[in-house]
């Protein structure tokens, strides 16, 4: 992971650190990463991840998971 990003992650993430997914700040866009593939880094905009955060609060993504 890039150590210049101040990375959070979940409180509901594993533990030993195991199926985590990483949220940054880099020059005004969000990134992402997962703690199995931590170079991977997925880059998108506030909006983009405050619409995606009202659909999971809406429950429209829940079928992935049940």
Known sequence: ???EINWQKSSF?????EQCLYVG??????VLCESDDPAS???TSPE???AFI???KNGEFDHFVN
Do not use: D, F, Y
Not at 13 to 17: N, P, Y
Not at 25 to 30: A, F, L, M, N, S
């Open 1 to 3: 992971m890039n150590s």
């Open 41 to 43: 880094i997925i880059t």
């Open 54 to 56: 009202l659909g999971v």
């Open 48 to 50: 983009k991840l405050a």
């Open 25 to 30: 700040k880099h020059q005004g866009e969000i």
């Open 13 to 17: 993430s594993g533990g030993g650190g």
